[in-house]
């Protein structure tokens, strides 16, 4: 027997919009509202869920027009996009970055999401920044969105903008780091590079993902997915494309200034190298030198006398005279 009834509190509920076509403002549905009323009424819904809250999935359950493929993508904990066409119905999940409380971060988040002609359902674990700007949009302007598919669409424009807005935050990133690399000093940028290249190599691996399932949702069976989809899907493809782009340029003039900082690394330590191999080269004969006249041993030149020393201090010079002149012989010096 199912625990729940029909007027209990929505669980996991960030938020519940009902939206009518012409309708300037939305319908934001208290948390208990009832359930039955809920998927029943007209318009079209769009219930966003936490799933943080454990009663979530038997709370979906209930939920009419749903079947196990959508409910299952809708309480997943898995963290890679997909995106299926069925039963002119969409789900699946989406790429988006995470918020924390006013701030803004760059961890990746996802967005767990059920599309159908009556109704958005959406949840999460973590707050999301795309999610919250097309809340903003549908409450300045709600006569926009006149099916799902609108509010579906916002989503992805949302992470767009946001792509392109991160893409020059790291843009004027990676100015700064090449100031530092082609000034005459010497400095190693390679720790302040590596998070950007990290994030821009998880970018475009993720956005290449999604491309990839939008352009396989956009050319399923025209039986298959919602009215409209196809031109949708052909709009977003496009738009992210053009990020595309941007975030491979991005990504390999990463590659490049991290190329140019080791070669910059090597080129000054092959110098501390040759300064050490030129002052080994002449301290070697003076070493030789002062080796020998310090064996203990019997007979050595200048023993005797009151002159020897000065002597072996012109042999080490004599020696170190010898040294320039064979490195400039064979041209090292």
């Known amino acids: 027997m199912n625990t729940f009834t029909s007027t209990s509190m929505i669980p996991g509920l960030v938020w519940a919009y009902r939206l009518r076509p012409g309708a300037n403002k939305p319908e934001r549905l208290a948390d ?20 943080v809250d454990a009663r979530v999935p038997a709370f979906l359950e209930d939920a009419t027009g749903l079947n196990e493929a959508a409910r299952m993508a ?4 898995e963290t890679h996009a997909t995106l299926t066409v069925d039963e002119q119905m969409l789900f699946g999940t989406l790429i988006d970055f995470q918020r924390e409380f006013d701030q803004d971060t760059r961890d990746i988040g996802w967005l767990h999401f059920v599309l159908t002609d009556r109704m958005l359902i959406t949840t999460r674990l973590q707050p999301l920044r795309s ?63 590596a998070p950007v290249r990290r994030t821009i190599v998880r970018l475009h691996r993720h956005l290449r993902t999604v491309l990839t ?19 949708v899907a052909s709009r977003l493809t496009a738009r992210l494309e053009a990020v595309d782009h941007d975030v491979y340029a991005l990504q390999e003039r990463a590659r490049l200034l991290h190329e140019e900082i080791d070669s910059k690394l090597s080129s000054e330590i092959n110098r501390h190298l040759y300064i050490l191999s030129i002052m080994t080269a002449f301290l070697l004969p003076p070493t030789l030198v002062t080796g020998f006249f310090g064996m203990n041993t019997s007979n050595l030149p200048f023993s005797g006398g009151s002159g020897g020393t000065g002597y072996a201090i012109g042999l080490i010079i004599a020696s170190m005279a010898f040294a320039w002149w064979l490195l400039k012989r064979v041209n090292i010096l």
């Open 213 to 231: 399932l939008m352009r396989r949702a956009g050319a399923s069976d025209d039986e298959e997915m919602p009215l409209g989809f196809e031109d």
């Open 74 to 77: 809708l309480t997943t904990h």
């Open 131 to 193: 999610v919250e700007r097309a809340r903003m949009h549908i409450e300045k302007n709600a006569a926009k969105f006149s099916r799902p598919l609108d509010i579906f669409e916002l989503l992805v424009v949302e992470f767009q903008r946001t792509l392109i807005s991160l893409v020059i935050e790291m843009t004027e990133e990676m100015n700064l780091i090449e100031d530092f690399v082609y000034e005459t000093a010497p400095r190693d940028e390679r720790r302040r590079l």
């Open 32 to 51: 208990n509202t009832d359930r039955i009323k809920l998927f029943a009424e007209d318009g079209f819904l769009w219930l966003h869920l936490n799933l």
